[in-house]
């Protein structure tokens, strides 16, 4: 009975490098969250994905972030060119279609840039 | 965009006292839900509030959602050392459909219990 799967657990990039975080949604579940969370701070919204479709990505900065979630495979955050404040936990969460069904959390990767 | 504030940011209480956290909203609520971040963990869904006035226990847990759907408060009863972490309250907005959508946190409050 597998929750929503991220990983990696921990990622270090130097700056200017490319960073990729994956999560893979619990079963039957078809909806897709990205959430960040910097220290001592509250989840923020990035992205909402379902298979093949970005349905709402209000939070996500304008350049250097994507996510994707295709037919196959796991969802994928993909940051670019990082710098030091894209350091932070990033949460991929998953719910049904069902609106009132909670979301179920990944442990998070926790992404350190150099 | 839409603001939930929650006070205090942080407590610290001795084990058996008893925790309130709030939460306040400037717009209507539609729902609140309540979630825990153990340190290191990740967000865990505890429960969720619907109808205005309504109160839901969970053993020592009580939530509450106020009359005005704009407030909502967790309330811990005799706090033991396995309670302590962040507690969250998170509006998720209805959509017209009914089907999922974001959350939105609040800002937190981070409960440390100490023997």
């Known amino acids: 009975n597998a929750g929503v799967m991220q990983n990696p657990r921990h990622l270090v990039r130097r700056r200017g490098q490319e960073a990729r975080l994956r999560c893979s949604p619990m079963?039957?579940?078809?909806?897709v969250y990205w959430y960040r969370q910097l220290p001592e701070e509250g989840l923020k919204f990035m992205v909402y994905?379902?298979?093949?479709?970005?349905?709402?990505e209000s939070g996500m900065p304008k350049e250097r972030f994507s996510a994707e979630f295709p037919k196959e495979g796991p969802s994928i955050l993909r940051i670019q060119q990082v710098v030091r404040g894209d350091s932070a936990a990033y949460f991929c969460?998953?719910?049904?279609?069902?609106?009132?069904?909670?979301?179920?959390f990944g442990d998070g990767t926790r992404l350190s840039i150099l | 965009g839409q603001q939930v504030m929650q006070i205090p940011q942080y407590q610290h209480v001795q084990e058996g006292e008893d925790f309130t956290t709030y939460c306040n909203s400037s717009?209507?609520?539609?729902?609140i839900q309540w979630y825990k971040q153990r340190p290191g963990g990740h967000p865990v869904f505890l429960i969720q509030?619907?109808?205005?006035?309504e109160v839901k226990k969970q053993k020592r847990l009580t939530f509450q959602f106020g009359e005005a759907k704009k407030n909502s408060s967790l309330h811990i009863t005799a706090t033991q050392t396995t309670d302590v972490g962040t507690y969250f309250c998170?509006?998720?907005?209805?959509?017209?459909?009914?089907?999922?959508?974001?959350?939105?946190f609040g800002t937190g409050t981070r409960l440390q219990v100490t023997l």
């Open positions: 969460a998953s719910s049904p279609v069902q609106g009132d069904q909670p979301q179920h």
């Open positions: 079963k039957g579940h078809s909806h």
């Open positions: 509030l619907v109808k205005s006035g």
């Open positions: 994905l379902q298979k093949e479709n970005i349905i709402d």
């Open positions: 998170v509006h998720r907005p209805l959509t017209y459909t009914g089907t999922a959508s974001k959350l939105t």
């Open positions: 717009t209507t609520l539609s729902n």
